[in-house]
């Protein structure tokens, strides 16, 4: 009976120090409101097998029996048993957690496919503006050169016909502009 009561003040003096010391200090142990609450749920299930197990210790049909478990065996059975179910909801909730990120990892594996798509797109267009600059900038070198061709030319022109002559070709360039202007019309 005294083993019972020293178990009995262990597990009281347990529940009281988890209960008072682990709130108070939840951020210098990083714990957080939902593990807080695992350990009091773990808490009061090991103070209910504790119970079964003084009950069933206390029982004189358990005392009278011819069972070859003796108290302390049973106590580690049951024991065993609460940090069993522990581990396995806890591994059950780990489980949880570990298909929620997969599910992320898929959502983000997507948008990095799609990313990559429009990414390519854009390269690809931009190779095809280049291209179509690279052609428009040698078009108008092209362009440039012949232009300049055509103003020595024009030089040359300008300095073999002297005054008079010029006067006299603008006269008839713009006889002939009229005589096209009034033929335009008149259909």
């Not at 020595?152 to 006067?167: A, R, T, Y």
Request: charged share 25%; net charge negative.
């Amino acid at each position: 009976s005294s083993g019972i009561n020293a178990e009995y003040g262990v597990e009281k003096w347990i529940e009281r120090e988890a209960c008072r010391q682990t709130p108070a200090h939840k951020k210098r142990f990083n714990i957080t409101e939902d593990e807080l609450c695992n350990r009091k749920s773990f808490i009061q299930m090991s103070k209910d097998q504790c119970s079964a197990v003084r009950v069933q210790l206390n029982n004189p049909q358990f005392a009278s029996s011819n069972i070859s478990i003796d108290r302390y065996t049973a106590a580690q059975q049951s024991n065993n048993r609460s940090n069993e179910m522990f581990i396995e909801k806890t591994m059950a909730q780990q489980q949880q957690i570990m298909r929620e990120q997969d599910e992320q990892l898929d959502v983000v594996g997507q948008s990095i496919g799609r990313l990559k798509q429009i990414g390519t797109a854009i390269g690809d267009e931009v190779e095809d503006q280049n291209q179509l600059l690279d052609d428009f900038y040698s078009d108008m070198s092209q362009t440039e050169k012949r232009m300049q061709s055509v103003q020595k030319k024009v030089d040359k022109i300008l300095e073999k016909v002297d005054g008079k002559k010029q006067n006299v070709i603008i006269g008839i360039l713009l006889i002939v502009m009229i005589i096209v202007v009034i033929l335009f019309f008149s259909t």
